[in-house]
């Protein structure tokens, strides 16, 4: 009589190691290497009981090791994505704050640069036209005005031009320099 041998431990074995590749694949694909924790759980279950119908009926385990073996990495490296996704979404509340003192700085830095110079914006669209100019030349003038005045050594017009230096100075305001 020929011995009938039951390769069901094998069988579970390929299944174990397919589903493996399988959940590897997916483990290395960034973002999507969250979800290959499910498949990744099913094949080491699929190896552990390929293992042990293979331990009874004395058939090759080696697949289902095989299978085990790349089935524990893809969870793992599955796993350690979850991990870095929680880092990320713990540091995430921090960046709205970063992101707006950017902004704020390069504002800071506009504002800045545009205060002393001319500016004019012109948009036209469907024929209206609106313009946009920032001219500083009047502020230019009265302190062209004020230095000369300082120059031609009028005491009293000095004297009263040093006394609302002064007072800007106090307000925080723009005191002509001398070139």
Same mark, same amino acid.
């Given at each position: 009589?020929?011995?009938?041998?039951?390769?069901?431990?094998?069988?579970?074995?390929?299944?174990? $190691?397919?589903?493996?590749?399988?959940?590897?694949? $997916?483990?290395?694909? &960034?973002?999507?290497?969250?979800?290959? +924790?499910? &498949?990744?759980?099913?094949?080491?279950? $699929?190896?552990?009981?390929?293992?042990?119908? #293979?331990?009874?009926?004395?058939? &090759?385990?080696?697949? #289902? +090791?095989?299978?085990?073996?790349?089935?524990? +990495?893809?969870?793992?490296?599955?796993?350690?994505?979850?991990?870095?996704?929680?880092? +990320?979404?713990?540091?995430? =509340?921090?960046? &709205? =704050?970063?992101?707006?003192?950017?902004?704020?700085?390069?504002?800071?830095?506009?504002?800045?640069?545009?205060? =002393?110079?001319?500016?004019?914006?012109?948009?036209?669209?469907?024929?209206?036209?609106?313009?946009?100019?920032?001219?500083?030349?009047?502020?230019?003038?009265?302190?062209?005005?004020?230095?000369?005045?300082?120059?031609?050594?009028?005491?009293?017009?000095?004297?009263?031009?040093?006394?609302?230096?002064?007072?800007?100075?106090?307000?925080?305001?723009?005191?002509?320099?001398?070139?």
């Amino acid at each position: 009589m020929e011995e009938v041998r039951n390769n069901s431990g094998q069988n579970l074995g390929i299944a174990a $190691l397919i589903t493996a590749v399988i959940t590897f694949v $997916l483990a290395v694909i &960034p973002c999507v290497g969250l979800i290959a +924790i499910i &498949p990744g759980i099913i094949a080491i279950i $699929l190896a552990a009981v390929g293992m042990s119908q #293979a331990n009874r009926t004395n058939s &090759p385990r080696g697949v #289902a +090791i095989a299978g085990l073996i790349i089935a524990v +990495i893809a969870s793992m490296i599955s796993m350690s994505q979850i991990f870095v996704a929680g880092k +990320i979404a713990q540091k995430a =509340d921090k960046w &709205p =704050d970063n992101i707006q003192n950017i902004i704020n700085d390069v504002q800071d830095n506009v504002k800045r640069e545009i205060k =002393d110079n001319d500016v004019s914006i012109k948009v036209e669209s469907n024929g209206n036209t609106v313009e946009i100019n920032t001219n500083n030349s009047a502020k230019k003038k009265d302190q062209v005005q004020t230095l000369e005045e300082l120059e031609s050594g009028n005491k009293s017009k000095a004297d009263s031009l040093n006394k609302k230096t002064d007072t800007l100075t106090k307000k925080g305001g723009n005191v002509p320099s001398k070139k």
